[in-house]
T-cell receptor
Framework: KQEVTQIPAALSVPEGENLVLNCSFTDSAIYNLQWFRQDPGKGLTSLLLIQSSQREQTSGRLNASLDKSSGRSTLYIAASQPGDSATYLCALTGGNEKLTFGTGTRLTIIP | ETGVTQTPRHLVMGMTNKKSLKCEQHLGHNAMYWYKQSAKKPLELMFVYNFKEQTENNSVPSRFSPECPNSSHLFLHLHTLQPEDSALYLC?????????????FGPGTRLTVL
């Protein structure tokens, strides 16, 4: 059974700093991995999608990497802003074709 | 409207009530999903529909009854719920179920069962 872990559960960073969020998974047989953002009480906003054959994806200040052999993905946020404060979720589509989510990292950017 | 919409955004109901959640996608997708997000737990997949046919029921209690009249609309009918069913219910859609297809999520319905 696929298990997705995100550590730490919460992170506080001063504004302007670069930061990395981590996601690890136990089964490397995946189709893709998505990073989502969720604001309190709201739905999920897709940030980046990395297909199994890709190593990374970039969108603006965000860069996501995928290393299937080690079962890890990272989300790099450059020059953090208070508006980046949210919970970040990673989720992957595995061999069972279902999306399995991690529990998320709650990010707070301190002005 | 664009993307995936859900109504209502908030719902409070008693354990004896019957209510329905509605989801609509404007993306031309063929697969639709219901997820449950409880506090301190990862999102849980509840149901998957592909071309109006249910392809997945993730051991969901029968007090939750999904309905998919067409590829653009998905309902979740609720009856005799329990307080532990209070959660954020999220709808999603994708071009096809599973595989390499990206899922797009709605804003969710915050359900409180008294």
């Amino acid at each position: 059974k696929q298990e997705v872990t995100q550590i730490p559960a919460a992170l506080s960073v001063p504004e302007g700093e670069n930061l990395v969020l981590n996601c690890s998974f136990t089964d490397s047989a995946i189709y893709n991995l998505q990073w989502f953002r969720q604001d309190p009480g709201k739905g999920l906003t897709s940030l980046l999608l990395i297909q199994s054959s890709q190593r990374e994806q970039t969108s603006g200040r965000l860069n996501a990497s995928l290393d299937k052999s080690s079962g890890r993905s990272t989300l790099y946020i450059a020059a953090s802003q208070p508006g980046d404060s949210a919970t970040y979720l990673c989720a992957l589509t595995g061999g069972n074709e279902k999306l399995t989510f991690g529990t998320g990292t709650r990010l707070t950017i301190i002005p | 409207e664009t993307g995936v919409t859900q109504t209502p955004r908030h719902l409070v109901m008693g354990m004896t009530n019957k209510k329905s959640l509605k989801c609509e996608q404007h993306l031309g997708h063929n697969a639709m999903y219901w997820y449950k997000q409880s506090a301190k737990k990862p999102l849980e997949l509840m149901f998957v529909y592909n071309f109006k046919e249910q392809t997945e029921n993730n051991s969901v209690p029968s007090r939750f009854s999904p309905e998919c009249p067409n590829s653009s609309h998905l309902f979740l009918h609720l009856h005799t719920l329990q307080p532990e069913d209070s959660a954020l219910y999220l709808c999603a859609s994708s071009q096809r179920p599973g595989g390499p297809y990206e899922q797009f999520f709605g804003p969710g319905t915050r359900l409180t069962v008294l």
